[in-house]
């Protein structure tokens, strides 16, 4: 089975499932569309196994960059979730959502930087994905698509759970905000001050690990302060001349706080220890009595970086290796559902 180690998203599994072309079929997946403000929006759906047996759904919403669902290469396929969904495919039905623009199979030769499908000369994402790369999009397509599946008679709406990563995780919180169907929410690896709270935060953290001096973070921090009132002077910009837009920026550096306290059904928060956005779950619970709220489970991974790679270290305390340990950990998520 061939690894490759993918830190910056929770988007792709580094895992081979298949050895030839993918078939759909093989994958137990069936490709499905709706329609949206005119666009296409096509998404993944598990093959029901049996069909007597209406099982609950489980929507996966994606981290960030524009990945394809489905990559192949001359080895096999990657699953296109992040962890094995084929043991679980005779207690849920899952869907995941293709990135706009974006073709929903390609060979991983075709893309760039991460599994990133971007023009060979240019560098850049489809135009039309920039212009759709943003919160209120991701947000209104997944109510429809969860509309369209609970419509169509084949899940067991007594349960609808969503789980966001990264990027997804800020999507999953504001879905369930709009979305009263939805009875859980699995939020891992997200920030809850928001995406560009992390930026500062990081600059931060290098310097008190000696990767920079303090006066070179506090000039990067003072940067990226400029960087901001730019971004929400211009937060309707769609130009991705600098990679994601003013608008996903603004859009997604939103804290997702906000949207967490207005929530009411259960809600597992799940992160590394490692990573950025730890600090900012680990104040959660602060946040929740605050409000008097009583819904959240928090889930903290000792040493799990962004990715749900476990950090391995020597005596000495440095780094020797990393396990993906994200199949481990969606048994978690699976047994915190069952039980709330």
């Known amino acids: 089975m061939r690894i490759i180690i993918i830190l910056l998203f929770c988007c792709v599994s580094p895992k081979i499932i298949a050895q030839k072309l993918p078939q759909l079929n093989d994958l137990l997946l069936q490709q499905e569309q709706i329609i949206l403000h005119g666009d296409s929006v096509h998404f993944l759906v598990t093959t029901n196994i049996n069909e007597a047996k209406k099982k609950p759904l489980i929507l996966i919403l994606q981290g960030s960059m524009p990945v394809p669902l489905v990559i192949y290469g001359d080895e096999g396929t990657y699953n296109p979730f992040v962890f094995d969904y084929k043991n679980y495919l005779d207690q849920y039905v899952f869907a995941i959502i293709s990135k706009p623009s974006v073709p929903l199979m390609v060979h991983e030769k075709k893309l760039k930087n991460g599994f990133q499908y971007v023009g060979a000369t240019t560098g850049k994402a489809p135009k039309a994905y920039s212009e759709r790369n943003h919160l209120d999009y991701y947000v209104a397509r997944a109510d429809k698509v969860i509309h369209h599946l609970w419509k169509s008679g084949r899940i067991d709406t007594n349960k609808l759970v969503v789980m966001g990563g990264s990027e997804g995780s800020t999507v999953g919180a504001k879905l369930c905000t709009v979305n009263d169907k939805i009875t859980h929410l699995i939020y891992y690896s997200g920030n809850p001050a928001g995406r560009y709270e992390s930026l500062i935060r990081q600059a931060r953290r290098d310097a008190l690990l000696g990767k920079m001096t303090q006066e070179q973070a506090q000039q990067k921090i003072n940067e990226l302060y400029k960087r901001w009132e730019y971004i929400c002077s211009n ?74 790679f476990e950090v391995q270290y020597d005596a000495a305390e440095k780094q020797i290796g990393q396990v993906y340990k994200m199949d481990e950990s969606f048994q978690d998520f699976i047994n915190w559902v069952k039980e709330n």
């Open 235 to 308: 937060r309707n910009d769609t130009d991705d001349k600098h990679g994601d837009t003013n608008k996903a920026w603004y859009t997604f550096s939103q804290p997702p706080l906000v949207y967490l306290l207005q929530i009411d059904i259960p809600i597992l928060v799940a992160y590394g220890t490692n990573d950025v956005g730890a600090e900012t779950n680990d104040l959660l619970p602060l946040s929740f009595a605050r409000a008097g709220k009583k819904n959240l489970t928090l889930l903290p991974y000792l040493h799990y970086n962004h990715s749900f």
